[in-house]
């Protein structure tokens, strides 16, 4: 087992010596899952996988992936397995196509087995505590949630079950799981990689991304993962870079801006401290750091409970009990719908559908839905602005650091606050990033969280490089 937190970029390099081969690796990675998989719960389905030796061979051979395991959060469809969303209601759901991205990094030579990660049902929270599987266990702490909507993808690579991961961010559900569970986690600019293939929770602010050990693995995988979909019509014609070559570059001269508004009552003591610190480590290495304001961070948060219900309330329709999933017994078909939706959705789900519609419905649309989309536009307006004068954003990427489990679930309110530093890169559709900054502590980990204009997540990559390497964070790992 003393490969098992090596990085994939690590890896790689000693299949390329001829040192060990990917299917060393796979091994050793179930003999990982085997061991500790009951403790965190971080997937929901892993078979035993001997079908694939054959097609890891072949990926060892000759392509750049080299066959090694990649992790798949359940939102994302592998053809021909079961993906459910971790929701009752796609019971035995199997998709008969493949995901994009689930494509692109079959072409690279990833092996794409039965390795799906836990999640909130629909990527509905905050914590994974919504998920029809059980709740998943932070490898740090495992009296403490992951974080969500993808905690389960970043507990495993975390605890060293996963290579490297995929996750979905629709208000920070790839980054704060990954800062909770002190692992690296991108959601990319809006358009840069397809959804297709995504079960859609609400279609304006998801995007899929890595979830990754550190900045180099990260830069590897969106490399694969990005690019032109004609199958999704949101995705952007517009060149992929090789994200990897900006790793190294310095950061002097590069300014950095603050938002005051991050920086405001809520914001955990021992957050804030780890954040200052990191903002004179880059100040040490050559960057400017600059004081800014972005006036409207305060209507994030209801802003985006009102989009994102809308949207996730229309998505959910199609779960009707004809085409997909779940059908539960009934004597005529408008029982069936109602016993079907009654059965097969949780409570976090059924919460949000019951949200959307009332903010759709006739007579409050305009009052809700249309003056949020105004307030989303000033949002996206601040961050233009402040783009004018700063090459990128730091701030903390949650207020607080990994919280119990059980603390949160029956406060709706406080739970959604979780999200607060996150979501309102998903209004405005740019990138952001989380990587580790430091403990608790009670070691606890805390993510920094670096945002950038739109399409610039090479930006994002050189200071989060840097920082890393000076940091060397990545390197601590939870004892599990």
Known sequence: ??????????????????????????????????????????????????????????????????????????????????????????????????????????????SIFELKTNMD???????????????????????????????GSAAAVSSGEAFFALGSDTGGSIRQPASFCGVVGLKPTYGRISRYGLIAFASSLDQIGPITKNVEDCALLLKYISGHDPMDSTSADMPVPDYTKILGADIKGIKIGMPKEYFVQGLDTEVKA?????????????????????????????????????????NLERFDAVQYGLRSASSNLMDMYKN??????????????????????????????????????????????VFKECDCIITPTSPTPAFKIGERISDPLKMYLSDVYTISANLAGIPAISIPCGFTKSNLPIGMQLMAKAFDEEMLLRVAYIYQQDAQLYKVKPKI
């Open 1 to 110: 087992m003393e490969n098992i937190h090596l990085s994939v970029t690590e890896i790689l390099d000693l299949i390329h010596q001829k040192k060990a081969s990917g299917l060393n690796y796979n091994q050793e990675l179930r003999q990982r899952i085997k061991s500790i998989g009951d403790k965190t719960n971080a997937y929901v389905r892993r078979n035993d996988l001997s079908q694939q030796t054959q097609q890891e061979e072949h990926g060892e051979s000759t392509l750049p992936l080299k066959g090694l395991a990649i992790s798949v959060k359940d939102n994302i469809c592998t053809k021909g397995s079961l993906t459910q969303c971790c929701s009752r209601i796609l019971d035995k759901f199997k998709p008969p196509y493949d995901a994009t991205v689930v494509g692109k990094l079959k072409q690279a030579g990833a």
């Open 121 to 151: 049902e629909f990527a509905f929270g905050s914590s994974t505590e919504n998920s029809f599987f059980g709740v998943t266990h932070n490898p740090w702490d495992l009296s403490c949630v992951p974080g969500g909507s993808s905690g």
């Open 274 to 314: 780890k954040i200052q610190e990191a903002k004179e480590k880059l100040k040490s290495l050559g960057a400017i750091i600059k004081d800014i304001s972005l006036p409207h961070t305060q209507y994030a948060v209801p802003v985006y409970y009102i989009v994102a219900t809308a949207e996730a309330s229309s």
């Open 340 to 385: 079907t939706r009654q059965d097969g959705f949780g409570i976090e789900a059924k919460r949000r559908i019951i949200l959307g519609t009332f903010v759709l419905s006739h007579g409050y649309y305009d009052a809700y839905y249309l003056r949020a989309m105004k307030v989303r536009t000033l949002i996206k307006n601040d961050f233009d602005a």
